[in-house]
T-cell receptor, first 116, second 111 residues
Framework: GAGVSQSPRYKVAKRGQDVALRCDPISGHVSLFWYQQALGQGPEFLTYFQNEAQLDKSGLPSDRFFAERPEGSVSTLKIQRTQQEDSAVYLC??????????????FGPGTRLLVL | KQEVTQIPAALSVPEGENLVLNCSFTDSAIYNLQWFRQDPGKGLTSLLLIQSSQREQTSGRLNASLDKSSGRSTLYIAASQPGDSATYLCAVLSNDYKLSFGAGTTVTVRA
């Protein structure tokens, strides 16, 4: 079956531009996660949705970062006024149920963002 | 805050040698620990998941151990192959949903 997909796969933005990154989770998955992975580092948690509810946004680096999942399926991560330090791979993951403590998360291929 | 450390950062071995990858974490109050594989330009693939009540998990040539009290896990890969070349990430789940990752060990298996 189809896995988690993300688009675009690569994005080059000029400093100050706004960008929108899309995540299509596995159909029917309740939980959705966004992570940021800097070069040579492990992924860092950004935010967590259970259906359309954003239950945790504690990892978002600044108020320039905004995520939504309005219908409980597709999610968009928006970054306003991009800065060079936003350059990273943005990973999306989903899992079948809420409270995913005993389940693995299924990851998409990521969007590689480069801010010039 | 949970801190996860992986040693070594990189490893290069000849084909057929066994691999030993280490992971340590600072807070022993975890739900589970997972080992992921990451290939360049691709997402993460879960290899093994060990619940906090378990001591080890095995899948084929892979075996992972967990010592929660000392905050350590080890991933063993037997009889390595060139196709095992990738970055291996350790991640711990410290609450219902938030994974904390190490920086990874990049493995190269030479043919």
């Amino acid at each position: 079956g189809a896995g988690v997909s993300q688009s675009p796969r690569y994005k080059v933005a000029k400093r100050g531009q706004d960008v929108a990154l899309r995540c299509d989770p596995i159909s029917g998955h309740v939980s959705l996660f966004w992570y940021q992975q800097a070069l040579g580092q492990g992924p860092e948690f950004l935010t967590y949705f259970q259906n359309e509810a954003q239950l945790d946004k504690s990892g978002l680096p600044s108020d320039r970062f905004f995520a939504e999942r309005p219908e409980g399926s597709v999610s968009t991560l928006k970054i306003q006024r991009t800065q060079q330090e936003d350059s990273a791979v943005y990973l999306c993951a989903s899992s079948p149920r809420g409270g995913a403590g005993v389940e693995t998360q299924y990851f998409g291929p990521g969007t590689r963002l480069l801010v010039l | 805050k949970q801190e996860v450390t992986q040693i070594p950062a990189a490893l290069s071995v000849p084909e057929g040698e066994n691999l030993v990858l280490n992971c340590s974490f600072t807070d022993s109050a975890i739900y589970n620990l997972q080992w992921f594989r990451q290939d360049p330009g691709k997402g993460l693939t879960s290899l093994l998941l060990i619940q906090s009540s378990q001591r080890e998990q095995t899948s084929g040539r892979l075996n992972a151990s967990l010592d929660k009290s000392s905050g350590r896990s080890t991933l063993y890969i037997a009889a390595s192959q060139p196709g095992d070349s990738a970055t291996y990430l350790c991640a711990v789940l410290s609450n219902d949903y938030k994974l904390s990752f190490g920086a990874g060990t990049t493995v190269t298996v030479r043919a």
